[in-house]
């Protein structure tokens, strides 16, 4: 057969296969169905915690194992390890339909092997490095028969404040949906029915980023244009990339529960988005609606989340506790619960468990993918990948930049501070408390201990905790400095201070850090300050004093040694900020992609009766975008292919990127646009294209984009996605505040 041939086959065979696959599931979707009692069919829906590592409040309701032989149990969350998810998988197997239980977990950013936090790995902008470590995460829970897990959250969140900032991608749409793909694609692999392969869920659908004030579980209210430009694109994207299942969320959006929104998931999601995978409610939220005052009671609340088009109840238990009345009550179509149940049970088939309902609770694969060394190494990469250098000062007396230190200059150097020997805090919240984190997880002591070879040249004082008002330990610490000559300060939030239900209105380091930095400072000796959180914090005098700053977030099980990979220059730092550092929390919310205004900011000293505040700059201590590295890069002119292009045609944009500076290196060239006269104000300019290359000293490359003509359009009012004529500037460079620039206009 010539390759010509084959290629045609292969069009026109494959999608007529996957046509006769879902045309056979659906066959059997319908038989089982149509053998189900209504009581059955609801249990499906019914979606249960096993009684550790929760998240919310749980109702202790007697023996849960008989409701799963009675059919009424369709998922549960919760359950870790093979053992026990095969163990209740027996349990569903001596129901009347022997219908499997779906097990559902939350696997963030790792489930043996921890990850970097989401935020932190999104500062790596590496969207295969962020398939892979999803991968990884996949291949390690389904072996302990995990079905589904929870992840991604692609919410855009652009409030610091709000403590779930560490579970997604940070505030910008573009770099968002990117990155929702991406970890769609590394969660459901080679495709659902895969050994090694997970349920994706794209959650909170949506809008809970936005909840005012940065106060989790708050209400959220904004333009529905808004929404679609700013919140659902990531959304959109996890939906393209084929994702299984969607999670609503708490909070209301304009006056609606999300999860009794009609508009958000029947109208948008199943309608317009023709989403036919699950929709699953968030932990309790369906009972939640009565205290929203949206619904009177658990039963009203039931009809009010299943007629909006939530397909499964987690933990309200409000589904198995009144649909069936409902429906006999003729309050329900039967139609609305055959639906619900048609894409659970889609996906029982779709994942293999009528087959075998044990298949991915495999104590041995488990064993065998949970010890596997090239995980422990992606693991490294990726965290080295996560780290932002957000300063790096030549220092007179060295002459040089503080940072890579050298590993083999017979220096004495003293770690300081709380978190230098912290073991499980590393790992984030969103992780879990393996029994022998102890010795899996890398310390930045063990870190440096091994990047060294021993620990001869190192002394260590602990400083401080990490809150609390206590300062006896400056004294050891000074003591220790004085012996040293370069200080490593190592401080930040407590990983269980981001996560959910953390909302924080001051972003300060907590408890007396800060001034042990200053008494390190006061030494005279250089000083590098590693700062470890969940979210960006505000730390005006450490970036004002400290010659060299790293941003290390929670870097999961590889910490210490990614870490210091970059101390001491094994890994030239490469990452860039996912959201903008404030200077204050009063600058809240901020981000780089605001609307123009009429009365624009012109700079941080000249600011009368323009959109400014009078004891504040506007400016962000860090903006979207910034992170440095050990080389410099220089970016030559911007080209365009154009200077005017047609509406359905896509610009080829051009530049050529040279590392100036002795080190090899990798740099994220991030292009943006600005739209700028139009019918709807326009952000002062918005990503559109990112391309992360790697340069040895001295290199150049060209860099190409392709601008396709959705990139120049937007949501009008009516929401339609529009293009309109007129100039555009396009900007490229190193963050978002790109100066090399150049115009086209559209015809
Ligand atoms: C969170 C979800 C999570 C669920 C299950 C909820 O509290 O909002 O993101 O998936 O709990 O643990």
Known sequence: MNFFRLVILSFTVFPCTLFAQHASIDKKVDSLLSLMTLEEKVGQLNQLSSDFAVTGP?????????????????????????????????????????????FAQDVI??????????LAEAASWDLSAMEQTARIAAVEAAASGIHWTFAPMVDIARDPRWGR???????????????????????????????DAVMACAKHFAAYGAAEGGRDYNSVDMSVRKLYEVYLPPFKAAKEAGVASFMNSFNDLNGIPATGSSFLQRKLLKGDWNFNGIVVSDWGSVGEMVN?????????????????????????????AHLADLVKEKKIDILLINDAVKRVLYKKFELGLFEDPYRFSDEKREQAVWNNPAHVQVAREMARKSIVLLKNEKLPALNQAVLPLSSSANKKIALIGPLVKAIG??????????????????????????????????????GCEITGADTSGFAAARKTAA??????????????????????????????????????????????????????????????????????????????????????????????????????????PIYYNYLSTGRPFKSDTDNTYVTAYKDLPNSPRYVFGHGLSYTTFQYGALQVNTS????????????????????????????????????????????????????????????????????????????????????????????????????????
């Open 483 to 588: 012996l040293a000559d370069i200080l490593i300060v190592s401080v930040g939030e407590l990983a269980t201070m981001s996560g959910e239900a953390k909302s924080r209105s001051q972003l300060q380091l907590p408890g007396v850090q800060e001034q042990l930095v200053k008494e390190m400072v006061a030494t005279g000796k250089p000083v590098v300050v590693l700062i470890s959180a969940g979210r960006p914090l505000v730390f005006n005098w450490i970036a004002d004093h400290v010659p060299a700053i790293v941003y290390t977030w929670w870097l999961g099980t590889q910490a210490g040694n990614a870490i210091a990979d970059v101390l001491f220059g094994d890994y030239n730092p490469s990452g860039k900020l996912p959201i903008t550092f404030p200077r204050s929390e009063g600058q809240i």
């Open 165 to 195: 900032v560490m579970e997604g991608a940070g505030e910008d749409s573009y770099l968002g949906s990117s990155i929702a793909a991406a970890r769609v694609k590394g969660f459901q692999g080679k495709g659902i029915g895969n050994i």
């Open 644 to 747: 005017t292009i047609s509406k359905d045609q896509p610009l080829q944009v051009s530049i050529t990127v040279t590392n100036t500076g002795n080190t090899a290196g990798d740099e994220v060239v991030q292009l943006y646009l600005q739209d700028v006269v139009s019918s709807i104000v326009r952000p002062v300019r918005e990503l559109k294209a990112f391309e992360k290359i790697s340069l040895k000293p001295g290199q150049s490359k060209v860099v190409h984009f392709t601008l396709e003509p959705s990139a120049f359009s937007y949501y009008n009012d009516s929401l339609a996605l529009i293009a309109e004529p007129g100039l555009f500037h396009i900007y490229i460079g190193g963050d978002s505040q790109a100066t090399q620039k150049a115009s086209v206009t559209l015809l």
């Open 292 to 320: 929203h005052g949206f619904a009177t009671d658990l039963k009203d609340a039931a009809l009010k989340a299943m007629a909006a088009g939530s397909d499964m109840d987690m933990e309200s238990r409000a589904y198995v």
């Open 109 to 118: 950013h790792g489930y043996r092997t921890i990850f970097p936090i989401p």
């Open 425 to 462: 805090e590393n790992n984030g919240f969103w992780s879990y408390a393996w029994p022998d984190d102890s010795s899996r997880v890398v310390s930045l002591w063990q870190g440096v201990i091994n990047k060294l070879g021993n620990a001869s040249s190192l002394i260590y004082a602990k």
């Open 58 to 102: 749980i109702t202790k309701d007697g023996d849960k194992q008989d409701r799963v032989r009675q059919g009424k149990i369709g998922s549960y969350l919760n359950v870790t390890g093979a053992a026990r998810t095969r163990s209740l998988q027996e349990i569903a197997m001596q129901s009347r339909l022997r219908i499997p239980l779906l």
